[in-house]
């Protein structure tokens, strides 16, 4: 048995498998049980049959509930049965989820330790929902959630429990810091990579001056809040930006907030993103995958951010009793078993495979990703005619864009508390780099005490610099905007090629500004028999995708 806290999991003993295992084994030994992801299916007495008519779910959803669905309006399935990456829909058919809930199964669906520990904690007799009390399950969760952290963090930090979403842990971690400082504005510091030294060094710049530039009844920043992955594109942010934030938010006493949101437990090759870079923030938003398939978020922090009173969100839904077993025996398995090496090890396989596969399709404009975090961005060539030119990778230009308020076409909002809204700079402060905006990601080191003796002079100098960024935002923020009302060639091609993946059996999920992102998003335990057919059958989809006429497509 291997302890975790109050929680005991089970061990299996196994003894390490041959890479070429067939379905529904494991590829290598486990410490804690054999991952069986695979294509077999569960026994029909665990997972009795839906006795519905087939269709009739999905025909009733779209009269029951509201035009706000998302998954549900694109990828027709409903899903009876699951186990690791396999889903089996209520036609019999089935699928290998390379969408695995938006990337917050970790270990696929139904993984058997995460079953096991809901089983426990039901059978204990443990009440289901205890407020912010202590209790054993909280207590293991929490002591296996710092195992995890890096050591810098680990060392002196509190977990603050929050609603069970992504957005309510970013909204605790923005409470957390203005009750910390003080102040009201935090700055929002996501955006696409730059692939070129010009357009980074630019972004950099813009990012440093947004931080510094403190107008006349200005406060000073309350937070900086950065993404390592922009999660809907899979855009990476350079770690040697990340460290040059690092070191520009230090030096200002800003704390510095990043959303592993999408990212942590393993997903992108190290248990957190920020590892890559060796950044050690202030703040890590946790929420996701947290859960091992249950609605879970937390905001790790420094102890020096706890302003010593209860939070303005204590909510009746944090910290759900079953959450936090299914977390922590995932959040133990992915450490003890060292899946996010395994992670690593496969995406970086999968990324060079798909780059060789597509060199000849036109339509594949870049393949992406860290880890088995991925991205196939597509272009129609009848876009790049009407634009005059590719995707930003082809064209090698930053494209800064913001999280949520670029996609929402609210590009360069700065954060009022007062007014309960974002609001927007006028006219006559439209060269300034607007708090709680979008600024791009680049390289390179920190001049913050060449800017500051550089007075009127070097603030002249970032002006173009400033005057370009936010032209670029804007336009970004626009053409967002206009792919919501008419959708692209590049679009419809992305939307057909997962029509054709789901005629294959294959589920990946779309994002991008322009929704011409294909999104891979695999359980940590897939099989290399598994990322075989996953690569085989996205392959297959892009090229009837791109060359219809000599494919059949799926209706």
């Known amino acids: 048995m291997v302890a975790v806290g109050a929680t005991a999991i089970a061990t299996s003993g196994a003894t390490a498998a041959p890479a070429s ?27 009795p049959r839906e006795h519905a008519p087939r269709g009739a779910a999905s025909r009733r959803q779209p009269v029951r509930e509201p035009a706000a669905r998302t998954y549900a309006r694109s990828l027709p399935v409903v899903p009876v049965r699951a186990r690791g990456m396999t ?10 989820d390379c969408l695995s809930g938006a990337g917050t199964l970790a270990l696929g669906h139904n993984h058997p330790v995460v079953l096991e520990a809901v089983r ?18 909280r207590d293991t969760f929490v002591t296996e959630l710092l195992q995890t952290l890096p050591a810098a963090l680990a060392d002196r930090a509190r977990v603050r429990f929050c609603g069970p979403s992504g957005n309510d842990a970013v909204a605790a971690a923005v409470d957390l810091v203005r009750a910390a400082t003080g102040r009201t504005d935090v700055l929002s510091l996501t955006g696409r990579s730059a692939a070129d030294t010009d357009s980074a060094e630019l972004a950099a710049r813009w ?41 520009v938010t230090s030096a200002r006493s800003v704390p510095l907030i990043v959303d592993e949101t999408q990212t942590g437990v393993g997903r992108t090759g190290t248990y957190w993103a920020v590892e890559h870079s060796g950044v050690t923030p202030d703040v890590l938003i946790v929420s996701g995958a947290l859960g091992g398939s ?30 936090l077993a299914a977390g922590a025996a995932t959040l133990a398995h992915v450490r003890v078993n060292r899946l996010a090496d395994r992670a690593a090890t496969v995406g970086a396989a999968m990324i060079s495979q798909l780059r060789h596969t597509t060199a000849e399709l036109h339509s594949v ?43 929402r076409g609210n590009a360069g909002a700065r954060h009022d508390e007062s007014s309960g809204r974002a609001r927007r700079s006028d006219g006559a402060r439209g060269d300034r780099p607007q708090r709680n905006g979008s600024v791009g990601l680049g390289d390179g080191g920190s001049n913050s005490d060449a800017a500051r003796q550089s007075g009127r002079t070097g603030r002249a100098d970032d002006l173009g610099a400033r005057r370009e960024a936010e032209s670029r935002l804007a336009a970004t923020a626009a053409e967002e905007t206009a792919v919501q009302h008419s959708p692209t060639a590049s679009t419809r091609l992305a939307a057909a090629v997962r029509r054709e993946c789901l005629h294959r059996g294959l589920i990946v999920g779309l994002g991008g500004s322009g929704m011409n992102v294909i999104r891979l998003l695999p359980p940590l335990t897939i099989t290399d028999e598994q990322m075989t057919a996953v690569l085989d059958r996205l392959t297959d989809a892009l090229d009837a995708a791109s060359h219809p006429r000599s494919h059949s497509v799926s209706p």
């Open 21 to 47: 295992s067939p379905a529904g084994r494991s590829d290598r030994g486990e410490a804690a049980v054999t991952v069986r992801p695979a294509e077999g299916s569960a026994p029909a007495a665990s997972f």
């Open 87 to 96: 889903v089996e829909a209520a036609d019999g058919r089935r699928y290998l």
């Open 120 to 137: 426990r904690a039901v059978d204990s007799g443990a009440p289901l929902h205890a407020l912010d009390l202590a209790t054993p399950l």
């Open 207 to 247: 990012a440093q001056s947004a931080v510094d530039d403190a107008e006349p009844g200005d406060d000073a920043l309350a937070g900086a809040l950065l993404e390592p992955v922009l999660g809907d594109g899979l855009a990476l942010a350079p770690d040697t930006w990340l460290r040059r934030m690092r070191r």
């Open 294 to 323: 249950l609605p879970l978020a937390a905001v790790v922090h420094r102890e020096e951010l706890d302003a010593g009173r209860p939070g303005t969100r204590p909510g009746l839904v944090q910290a759900n009793q079953l959450a």
């Open 365 to 407: 404009a870049e393949i992406r990703g860290r880890g088995l975090m991925i991205g196939v961005e597509l272009v129609s060539p009848e876009d790049e005619a009407t634009r005059g030119h590719g995707s930003d990778a082809r064209r090698g230009e930053e494209s800064p864009r913001t999280g949520q308020d670029a996609r």
